[in-house]
Every structure is written in C-alpha cells, then in structure tokens.
C-alpha cells in the first residue's frame, strides 16, 4: 500500500482482556517500529524490528506486551491483561533507510 | 538517559506571522534530529531530518537549525497560515535507530 495501515483504529477494552493491534508497513520496509503516546505527550520507544528479528524491545513496559513479525512484513503488538494505564494511542513507523520513517495513523486504545 | 523539551508546550499567532518553536536535548551526541508535525487524531508526517553534521535544513516556508553542542534546534516557519496549525514533535536519534520525542508544542494560527 502507499503507507503504513494500523488496525483497529479504534479498540475499547475491558480491564483484563487482551488485545491484538495490527501494523501493515509499506510493502519493502525493512525497518518497523512500535511507540506508544499518551495523551498530551510525546511518543515513546517500545519495540524494534529488522525484518522479522526483533531487534530492541527495551520500551516495552512490562512482560504483558509482546511484539512480533514473523514473515517480516505484518506486526502485531498483543497487551494481555489489559490495565487502565495501557490507555494510549499506538503508533506503528516503517523505513527503509536511516530515519526515513513513514507513520501510521495510530490505534487509539481505552480500558475502561 | 536523553531527555528532550519543547517550550512552549502551546503557541498561538494570527495568521502572517513567522514563529520559532524550540527544543533542547541532554544528551549532545545524537545521530540526528527531526522536526514531525501531528494533526488531531493521526500519525506523524516528517517535516525536516538534520544529521549531526549538518546546521540546518529548509523545506519550503520551514527552516530547521541545530546547535549540537548546545543541544537546541529550532523550527522556524515563515508566514504562518491557519492550515500550520497542528503538534510539532522534535526527537533525536542515536542511530540504534529508534528516537526519543518531545512532549510537543501545540501551534494554533488565527485567521
């Protein structure tokens, strides 16, 4: 496609469940990124592929995310265990050089 | 750990105007720098990418200098118009590739 899709773009959960949040990259990317913005802030690092290896996952905030790629196209961040906390709005980036990153537009995720 | 600010966190100029946003970061040994912009409910679209080498770069009505040893960059944007009116986010790379964003200063252009 002409850019990075992210679905749903909209996910209401209730506290405890899990969720599964997908990124299609531009077709060729090498390069995928995971961020997660909160309301009012700015993004903040959560994972890091080159193609299907999971490169850097320093961001993530506790053990009930879980990132993965593993054809090296589609990701998809799944949050088990839902908490009010992980409300935020999720943020998938593609590249294919050094910082020639290409945004989705965001999965807003509330959980209530 | 590299800490990024942005002041002001919101900004309002009637329309003509030309405007300077700022950013400072701790950390003066980045890779680089970029301006994004985010409208209300999107993702962000790149603006302006200054590697560490460079002082600045121009797109248009945009310029964007940096000030490594200073840690400061500033987007400057001449004649404003009501459709600049968005998030600007500046973030700094280290070349791990990953960034680390500002909290964003909120423009608002009044016709």
């Known amino acids: 496609g002409a850019g990075v899709s992210q679905s749903p773009r909209y996910k209401v959960a209730k506290r405890g469940q899990d969720v599964a949040l997908r990124c299609d990259p531009i077709s060729g990317h090498v390069s995928l990124f995971w961020y997660q913005q909160a309301l009012g802030q700015g993004p903040e690092f959560l994972t890091y592929f080159q193609n299907e290896a999971q490169l850097d996952k320093s961001g993530l905030p506790s053990d009930r995310f879980f990132a993965e790629r593993p054809e090296g196209s589609v990701s998809t961040l799944k949050i088990q265990r839902t908490q009010q906390e992980d409300s935020a709005v999720y943020l998938c980036?593609?590249?294919?050089?050094?910082?020639?990153?290409?945004f989705g537009s965001g999965t807003r995720l509330t959980v209530v | 750990k590299q800490e990024v600010t942005q002041i002001p966190a919101a900004l309002s100029v009637p329309e003509g105007e030309n405007l300077v946003l700022n950013c400072s970061f701790t950390?003066?040994?980045?890779?680089?720098l970029q301006w994004f912009r985010q409208d209300p409910g999107k993702g962000l679209t790149s603006l302006l990418l200054i590697q560490s080498s460079q002082r600045e770069q121009t797109s248009g009505r945009l310029n964007a200098s940096l000030d490594k040893s200073s840690g400061r960059s500033t987007l400057y944007i001449a004649a404003s118009q009501p459709g600049d009116s968005a998030t600007y986010l500046c973030a700094v790379g280290f070349g791990n590739e990953k960034l680390t964003f500002g909290t964003g200063t909120r423009l608002t252009i009044i016709p």
């Open positions: 980036a593609s590249s294919f050089t050094d910082y020639g990153y290409t």
């Open positions: 950390d003066s040994a980045i890779y680089n």
